[in-house]
């Protein structure tokens, strides 16, 4: 059984055991690497006070980046109408992005990017697979002009699946999960049969910022996963594709120089934006390593202003040490939605990395 399919498996049991067991599970699709991160510059905050005429349009993001990034309308029109997400779509030469080979179309979707992360969707027609199957590719995707860059990231067809604000999984129109008699669950289709791919990438070694950078995905073959999750390729061909990324931010640096309870660390300030965030910390104490962890607090979720709490919003990422002094660390994390900064309160947090712990909260505004 996969990860994913224990978690959803497990709807109903109480949320605190589904967070810790969150843990050490796949369910999230996005590695997290320890390793010594360069020092993490400040991030100017790019504020947007004026409206022009476009923000008259209506911006639909695709079926998959709206379920894998859930976000409001609203959340989707400011960040397109400043520039932070891209639809494709509705781009005069949209037809010059769009790549046809052995009857199979895929052409870029949504894309939206901070100074960590790159989301993208991929709209693919003519793959045609049986209900519930699940779809798969050979892909290849990079950042910037160094094809062999270390690139922490993941990628997968839309399954149609979201986690809602109550922290349950459910289709992305509201409706409860229904497995048929495998356990198979996901509906990778939309109504017109069409598929989207969607690609999670954070900036790696070498690569200060996503903004502005090209990203690089190469496609050569579509297929399905059989038995023992084998991916078995049943077309092959090459769609290949370089986009120019955004150069605009609405990221924030809030200073909050506050111990993280039950660590030796303290939060200096957090750097973030609405799909990422970047939590700097100095080193109190020395911290506990083990083979699964180096004891760094590690960012979950957050507490609304207005009592909300949003507990398992982070999605992957990575942490580590600045220098070898190792009296300064970094957690930097996706999200697996879109949030108003504005309405953020607290961060919550395990204390450390290798688990056994109890969540805490650090107010920041």
């Known amino acids: 059984?996969?990860?994913?399919?224990?978690?959803?498996?497990?709807?109903?049991?109480?949320?605190?055991?589904?967070?810790?067991?969150?843990?050490?599970?796949?369910?999230?699709?996005?590695?997290?690497?320890?390793?010594?991160?360069?020092?993490?510059?400040?991030?100017?905050?790019?504020?947007?006070?004026?409206?022009?005429?476009?923000?008259?349009?209506?911006?639909?993001?695709?079926?998959?980046?709206?379920?894998?990034?859930?976000?409001?309308?609203?959340?989707?029109?400011?960040?397109?109408?400043?520039?932070?997400?891209?639809?494709?779509?509705e781009l005069t030469d949209y037809s010059t992005y769009k790549i046809t080979d052995n009857g199979i179309t895929i052409s870029p979707d949504t894309v939206v990017a901070d100074e960590n992360f790159v989301y993208a969707s991929f709209k693919v027609i003519g793959l045609d697979i049986d209900d519930y199957k699940e779809p798969g590719a050979d892909v290849d995707y990079y950042l910037g002009d160094d094809k062999n860059s270390l690139v922490n990231g993941s990628s997968s067809f839309y399954d149609g699946t979201m986690i809602d604000d109550n922290g349950m999984a459910v289709y992305d129109d509201g409706t409860a999960i229904t497995p048929d008699e495998n356990g198979n669950f996901g509906h990778y289709k939309d109504k017109n049969g069409d598929l989207e791919y969607v690609i999670q990438i954070q900036a790696g070694d070498g690569l200060n910022s996503v903004l502005g950078s090209t990203l690089h995905v190469d496609f050569s073959s579509l297929g399905i996963y059989t038995g023992k999750a084998e991916f078995t390729p049943s077309v092959k061909?090459?769609?290949?594709?370089?986009?120019?990324?955004?150069?605009?931010?609405?990221?924030?640096?809030?200073?909050?120089?506050?111990?993280?309870?039950?660590?030796?660390?303290?939060?200096?300030?957090?750097?973030?934006?609405?799909?990422?965030?970047?939590?700097?910390?100095?080193?109190?104490?020395?911290?506990?390593?083990?083979?699964?962890?180096?004891?760094?607090?590690?960012?979950?979720?957050?507490?609304?202003?207005?009592?909300?709490?949003?507990?398992?919003?982070?999605?992957?990422?990575?942490?580590?040490?600045?220098?070898?002094?190792?009296?300064?660390?970094?957690?930097?994390?996706?999200y697996d939605r879109v949030i108003d900064i504005s309405k953020v309160k607290s961060l919550l947090l395990w204390p450390n990395d290798y688990g056994g712990c109890d969540k805490v909260e650090v107010k920041i505004q």
């Open 237 to 334: 061909g090459k769609w290949n594709f370089d986009l120019k990324l955004p150069k605009v931010s609405s990221s924030q640096t809030i200073t909050v120089n506050k111990e993280v309870p039950n660590s030796n660390c303290s939060i200096t300030t957090v750097e973030i934006s609405p799909v990422s965030i970047t939590v700097n910390y100095k080193v109190d104490g020395k911290l506990k390593e083990t083979e699964d962890g180096t004891g760094i607090p590690e960012f979950i979720g957050f507490v609304l202003k207005d009592g909300t709490r949003l507990p398992l919003v982070a999605n992957g990422g990575s942490s580590g040490f600045k220098d070898e002094s190792r009296k300064e660390a970094v957690c930097i994390r996706g």
């Open 1 to 89: 059984m996969k990860s994913r399919d224990l978690y959803l498996s497990m709807i109903g049991i109480d949320d605190d055991i589904l967070e810790k067991a969150d843990r050490f599970s796949n369910r999230k699709k996005v590695s997290v690497f320890h390793r010594l991160l360069p020092v993490v510059a400040c991030i100017c905050c790019v504020l947007f006070t004026t409206v022009t005429a476009a923000a008259a349009i209506h911006h639909f993001w695709g079926r998959g980046m709206s379920g894998f990034l859930k976000s409001t309308d609203t959340q989707q029109q400011v960040l397109t109408d400043k520039g932070q997400a891209i639809v494709y779509k």
